[in-house]
């Protein structure tokens, strides 16, 4: 990462996104925090010595004003932090559930990397880092919109890697388990058996990324058993699944209009 980086963190007003700005301002980097909360951006911003953009980082309007907004401020944007994520819907998950997840979680990232990519090829640098989840790997149980548009973000984000490394972009996935914010307070009994017994700090989360943005790693794990399960995954699809069913009955032994 460049000295004195300029930095855009969308989602930044909580969780990840203010660990990660906290870790980065403390290497040197500069800051914008984009939110769709404004007291919870102003907020953040004011703690790191940052930039507040407050506002739809998805929409292809609030994409351009945000990318506007941070050049504007910052002169260029180094790396930019694709964050903020929803996580919505359970077994009878609407059709409003996919949209939202599929435009937060998918679209947000495409479109921000289209913003972005123009002025970085001609620079021939620039970092895009987007948040997805060991979902996006593996699958969140009792929600298939998070595990769809999670599993986008990913293969969204190898296409980038394998598309442009050669032109100086680096492209990384960060894909945490349980990690203790309010969207994990929110998963219910499958987050209860699945996540909250090896959640982490968002701060564990900042630490691991700052390591990885070091030696430019495609996948960030804060979580190292993910990768074990990834594999296993891989190996043997019919074994991982059944696994995978039982922690289901679990989770319906817990509530069972699950």
Not at 69 to 97: K, P, Q, Y
Request: net charge negative; glycine share 10%; charged share 25%.
């Amino acid at each position: 990462m460049p000295d004195r980086a300029g930095v855009v963190i969308t989602g930044g007003g909580n969780g990840i996104g203010r660990a990660i700005a906290h870790r980065l301002v403390a290497a040197g980097a500069r800051i914008v925090v984009n939110d769709l909360d404004a007291d919870a951006a102003a907020r953040v911003a004011n703690e790191v010595g940052g930039f507040a953009v407050p506002g739809d980082a998805a929409s292809e309007e609030g994409v351009r004003a945000l990318v506007g907004a941070a050049r504007e401020h910052l002169g260029a944007i180094d790396v930019f932090f694709a964050n903020a994520g929803i996580a919505r819907g359970d077994a009878a998950a609407t059709e409003d559930d996919f949209e939202a997840s599929w435009q937060v979680n998918v679209m947000a990232h495409v479109r921000a990397a289209r913003a972005l990519l123009p002025d970085w090829l001609e620079r021939g640098e620039g970092r895009f880092v987007a948040t997805a989840s060991a979902a996006g790997l593996l699958m969140m149980l009792g929600s298939a919109p998070y595990t769809l548009s999670k599993h986008a973000a990913v293969a969204h984000a190898e296409w980038l890697s394998a598309t442009y490394r050669h032109r100086g972009i680096v492209v990384q996935a960060l894909c945490p388990q349980g990690v203790r914010t309010a969207m994990l307070d929110d998963t219910g009994p499958a987050g209860d058996v699945t996540l909250k017994d090896t959640a982490i700090t968002p701060e564990e989360v900042a630490e691991t990324v700052y390591a990885a943005i070091g030696d430019d790693r495609f996948l960030i794990l804060p979580h190292a058993e993910v990768a074990d399960y990834v594999r296993a995954k891989a190996a043997d699809p019919d074994r991982w699944l059944g696994g995978m069913n039982r922690l289901q009955q679990r989770v319906e032994d817990l509530r069972p209009d699950f």
